[in-house]
C-alpha cells in the first residue's frame, strides 16, 4: 500500500512539473535591422535626402573655389612671359595659398558633412530603439538585438521584426507632423 502511495504521489508530482514545463511560455525574441530601417523608413529616406542635397551644395562650393584656382593658374601661365620676377613670385605664392585653401575647404566639407551625418543617424537610431523598447514591452519581447551591433550572424525570418519596427516608426513619424 505504501508503496503504490509514493508510486502515485511521484507520478503527480512528475505531471504537474511536466505540465508546467510543456505550458511555459515561450521565449520571444526579435531581431531589427537598423540599417534596413534607415534605408526604408520615411524618416531614413527625408534624412537621405537632406544629406545628399547637403553635399551637393558642398560640392558646389567646393567646385566653384576650383574652377577660380584653374583660371588663377591660366592666367599666371599666360602672363609669365611679361610680368616682373617679382610679381610672378607673388603670384605664385597667392596660387600656393589658394590651392592651400581649397585642400583646406575640402577637408572642412567633409569634416562638417560626416558630423551632421552622424547627428542625423544618431538622432534616428534613438527614435527606433526608443520605439523597439516600447515594442518589446508592449508585444512581451524577452530580447530585441539589433542585427549588426549584437553580432547576430544568422536569425531566422520569423524574429526578424524590421518591418514592423519601420511601420511603427512611420506611424510615429506621420504624428509629429
Do not use: C, H
Not at 599666360?78 to 607673388?90: F, P, Q, T
Not at 530585441?144 to 520569423?158: D, F, M, N, S, W
Request: hydrophobic letters at 40%.
Amino acid at each position: 500500500m505504501k508503496k503504490g502511495f509514493i508510486t502515485l504521489a511521484i507520478l503527480i508530482t512528475a505531471a504537474i512539473i511536466s505540465g508546467n514545463a510543456f505550458g511555459a511560455d515561450v521565449a520571444k525574441i526579435g531581431v531589427v535591422n537598423f540599417q534596413k530601417v534607415l534605408k526604408e523608413s520615411s524618416a531614413g529616406k527625408l534624412t537621405q535626402k537632406e544629406l545628399k542635397a547637403k553635399w551637393t551644395e558642398l560640392q558646389k562650393k567646393l567646385e566653384t573655389e576650383k574652377q577660380e584656382v584653374e583660371k588663377m593658374s591660366l592666367a599666371l601661365e599666360r602672363e609669365s612671359l611679361v610680368l616682373s620676377a617679382e610679381k610672378k613670385r607673388d603670384r605664385q605664392r597667392e596660387l600656393r595659398d589658394r590651392v592651400s585653401d581649397l585642400k583646406k575647404m575640402n577637408a572642412d566639407f567633409t569634416e562638417e558633412f560626416q558630423i551632421l551625418q552622424r547627428k542625423k543617424v544618431s538622432q534616428i537610431e534613438k527614435d527606433v530603439f526608443e520605439l523597439t523598447n516600447e515594442l518589446g514591452k508592449t508585444e512581451g519581447f524577452l530580447l530585441i538585438l539589433e542585427r549588426k551591433t549584437a553580432g547576430v550572424i544568422y536569425a531566422p525570418a520569423q524574429v526578424d521584426i524590421t518591418d514592423m519596427v519601420i511601420k511603427k516608426y512611420n506611424e510615429k513619424v506621420a504624428k509629429k507632423k
